[in-house]
């Protein structure tokens, strides 16, 4: 997976978690399974957001963690090497 897209599903599936995870906190007074319910899969998006930062957000020559706070990274923080534009 190319690192921008990686970047930016991540941030998808944060955005939806947090969305789900309101939502179902906004519910609670009316419908509080349905509350529970929304409130779990935003902790299931959550976690899927985290795991495709840490299985797919890496520099493609060391295979190391990048950091995903910073944007457009052209050289890997660990090994130096350039990581293409086209990749990222
Ligand atoms: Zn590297």
Do not use: Q
């Not at 995870?21 to 959550?46: E, H, R």
């Not at 990048?66 to 923080?77: A, H």
């Amino acid at each position: 997976m190319p690192l921008r897209t990686c970047r930016r599903l991540s941030y998808i599936l944060y955005g939806v978690s947090c969305a789900l995870a309101l939502v179902g906190i906004f519910l609670k007074n009316g419908n509080s399974t349905l509350s529970l319910w929304m409130v779990g899969a935003g902790l299931l998006v959550f976690a899927a957001a985290f795991l495709v930062g840490i299985i797919f957000y890496r520099c493609p020559l060391c295979k190391r963690l990048l950091p995903i706070k910073e944007r457009d990274i052209e050289v890997c923080p660990h090994c130096k090497g350039k990581l293409k534009k086209s990749n990222g």
